[in-house]
């Protein structure tokens, strides 16, 4: 008799003459282990609704002071661009799963009323890019105090889980203001066009290397600094957000990839890299540390 066919001979003996049985339940237990939980983020989201503000609209992309949705990096459809829900849903379906309900010109503030919008659509992924705004102002004291961009970003997310409590949402960082001026200033035609009131504080006086003007530079650089961590904390206490970790802030834009109109949007080449990372981010099997 084979070893395997004697233990089990031992074994049922044994339990005829005490009496007992092996429980059923035990038995059961180490026969089907219980399922692997699925995980909360979904890599291939099915819709997608875009909030935000210009960058989103694909201002200064296409055409001269207007919005150009079709190469936005979150919704478009262009395709040398690939945006985002084109890499995820495919050319039939990115026009009729995807929606594009940013605001050029939007600041945080706004983001809770395009909320409501986006939770009415039920998309599977929210992206978040907006900022921007809020620290490109004529002066340095009309920037968004950093409390309050808190504020309205939380009250955006409350808003959203209020009618889509279940979709997923890629915050993206704000992009590094101070870099953007140090890639266009070398251009003088950029420069020109800064002086119509770009983001005046930190583009206003493109060559100014004063002591003052540096200064305000370096406050509206630390402003982009503080709302990023605004948007990771926040983001981070939503088992559905996912931020970008400051890829955003840290790419390094290159004159190709700014706006031959105002050298300060991204250009066509710019949102291809925006979705780039963004595709990256969202598909990838951990969050960005």
Not at 181 to 186: K, Y
Not at 217 to 234: E, T
């Amino acid at each position: 008799m084979g070893v395997a066919a004697l233990t089990a001979a031992v074994l049922a003996a044994g339990s005829a003459l005490t009496g007992c049985d092996v429980p059923a339940s035990d038995a059961t237990r180490h026969a089907s282990p219980s399922p692997r939980p699925t995980p909360v983020w979904n890599r291939s989201p099915a819709s997608v609704a875009a909030v935000g503000d210009s960058i989103t609209r694909g201002f200064d992309a296409c055409v001269v002071l207007a919005d150009c949705p079709e190469v936005s990096w979150s919704t478009g459809t262009d395709s040398e661009v690939r945006s985002l829900a084109l890499r995820l849903l495919g050319a039939p379906a990115v026009t009729e799963h995807s929606w594009n309900l940013a605001v050029s010109g939007a600041r945080m503030s706004d983001l809770p009323s395009q909320m409501i919008q986006a939770a009415r659509r039920g998309p599977e992924l929210v992206t978040v890019m907006v900022g921007a705004n809020d620290a490109c102002q004529d002066s340095a004291k009309q920037m968004t105090p950093v409390a309050d961009f808190r504020k309205s970003f939380e009250l955006s997310m409350r808003r959203l889980r209020a009618g889509a409590p279940r979709a997923q949402v890629y915050v993206s960082s704000v992009p590094d203001l101070k870099r953007l001026w140090s890639t266009g200033r070398g251009n003088p035609l950029g420069r020109q066009i800064w002086k119509l009131g770009i983001c005046a504080t930190m583009l206003g006086n493109a060559q100014d290397m004063s002591k003052r003007a540096q200064s305000r530079r370096a406050l509206v650089y630390d402003r982009v600094v503080a709302y990023n961590g605004v948007l990771k904390d926040v983001c981070a206490k939503d088992r559905r957000c996912r931020y970008d970790g400051g890829a955003v802030f840290d790419y390094r834009f290159t004159g190709a990839q700014l706006s031959h109109w105002d050298w300060f949007h991204p250009s066509k080449n710019g949102q291809g890299r925006l979705a780039e990372i963004a595709y990256r981010n969202v598909t990838a099997a951990r969050p960005p540390s």
